[in-house]
């Protein structure tokens, strides 16, 4: 089956404290649809101005990635700028220009309206739920977001929340949505707002699945891979969540028994995309070496 | 076999946003010694004042712990007070009385001295080299450290690093100690000073184990027990250590096969740490609510 992902394309220029890269493709629909696109066919749903490089669209291609719902209009292609610090973990946003973005509407071509899995990457709520209204009766949905929309959309988002199976959000969001600095205590908040599925997305520290089942709840706490070196950590949580709903649209059995290994899967492609700027090693990789670390999580968690 | 321990025995006076408790007993020798009991009997090695508790003797006691290794000398007990911010991760001393602790020499009882598995918990480094260089032929000898020795005692710390199997440190500090902001390259300096093993403590995100073997290095990454309430993490890391040397003395085979559950039965028995102010909730523990929680930890990094 194909996963629908909606989300921001755009260029990225990125500086760490080694290196500075001007314009590399990027965006959350980006890093989360070639993430996908290791364990099934993916549809896109974007925009991008006149501007923007082919060479960035041939890249798209020979991820098979479907771009019949990719706009192509008159303007600039969204572009961020940021800048890491030394941990590569805190970054600050340099600018943004949001280009086409500004008045972007998603049309759905009518081929995407019937998929089964739908992502909604890392967006406005509003156009999330655009997306979402055009779809007809997709089998598994999950949002992600950013602190932007908690801080400027909020009411929208948390009307998505009520449409969504899964929420996808890093822990200082959580943090921030909830008001609880517990983990746990979040977790619980989180799923009053709608969602069974809470995932919450810890960077080097892996991620937290909590499934909410009736009065049960039950956790699953996926690793990050280890890495020797982060050279730019860009769109990881993209690739997290992208990889995991490639893989859960293509496994039998119940999303509840698939989703674990689905967050391992994403912890390997997350690994990847850290490792190279924009997409550079997240292209390179195999369903071979994929599998090599998904076998080393395993060790690794082992006792 | 039975675990000898020495450490810090204090009164520790703990302040955070919800309450205030004075004097409560505390050290990281009593924190570790009482958490290994539960795995193995306990040889503990410090020193306190004469208006030490007769109830915090008494809890020892209870434990089983051997006291003969604990000074009772004129003065006062170690005295530490601290006060946790609102996320009870940050905290900060207010105050430090050393007391008996100024002129502590410990002097090993001769039935201590041919104990197999020796913890030196966290307090000075000379105090740990003197420890050491009191036993006979120690089969495994781990040491915990704090960020104070790195600042005021770093070449004792790191000759001390050249006897002992394994080293026990917290993420911060094992920055601070390598100058490495990422944690694996921060373990590959930590075996160049001279462990085999290497355990980086991470808090709410677990703690990850590091084995040299040879060319090769293998990793674990030891879940934290996740808590709805932390109430007083004071001890939680020495509690970790001490659980598991107490477990490791006990299990059968080879330390590198036995150190991965270790570090679970050593998260289990943190987590009851955090979830009371000094030992209470600690001293609490039965062997079947820990069996219960290593269980937890089993299904929660399955996939």
């Known amino acids: 089956m194909s996963v629908l992902i909606v989300g921001s394309t755009a260029l990225d220029s990125i500086k760490t404290p080694k290196a500075e890269n001007p314009r590399l493709l990027g965006g959350s629909a980006s890093h989360a ?40 209009a008159d303007g600039k292609t969204f572009h961020w700028s ?17 280009g086409v973005f500004e008045t972007f509407s998603p049309k759905l071509p009518e081929s995407y309206r019937s998929a089964d899995f739908v992502l909604l990457a890392n967006i406005a709520p509003s156009l999330q739920h655009h997306v979402l209204d055009q779809m007809r009766r997709p089998k598994f949905v999950v949002a992600d977001t ?14 998505l929340l009520k ?5 996808v959000l ?16 979040a977790l619980k908040k989180l799923h009053k707002l709608g969602p069974k599925f809470v995932i919450i997305k810890k960077g080097e520290h892996g991620a937290t699945l909590s499934i909410r089942n009736g009065a ?25 969540v992208g990889a995991m709903m490639g893989y859960l649209s293509t496994a039998r059995g119940p999303i509840e028994q698939n989703i674990r290994r689905g967050m391992i899967y994403g912890s390997v492609v997350a690994s990847f995309c850290c490792e190279g700027f924009g997409l550079k090693m997240t292209t390179r990789v195999t369903k071979h070496t994929i599998e090599k670390r998904v076998k080393d999580l395993e060790k690794l968690v082992r006792f």
Do not use: C
Request: charged share 25%; net charge negative.
């Open 146 to 159: 950013m602190d932007l929309w908690l801080n400027i959309a909020l009411a929208d988002l948390i009307k």
């Open 33 to 72: 649809a070639v993430a996908a696109s290791f364990f099934a066919p993916v549809k896109m749903v974007g925009i991008v101005g006149k501007d923007f490089p082919k060479k960035y669209v041939q890249l798209y291609q020979r991820h098979k990635i479907d771009l019949e719902g990719l706009q192509i």
């Open 216 to 240: 049960k709840t039950e956790f699953f706490m996926s690793p990050a891979y280890p890495l020797n070196r982060v050279v730019d950590p860009t769109g990881a949580g993209d690739s997290f």
């Open 82 to 98: 940021g800048e890491y610090e030394i941990n590569m973990n805190n970054r600050r946003t340099l600018e943004t220009e949001l």
């Open 170 to 185: 890093n822990d200082s969001e959580a943090r921030q949505l909830t008001q609880e600095d517990n983990l746990m205590a």
């Open 163 to 167: 449409r969504v199976d899964g929420f």
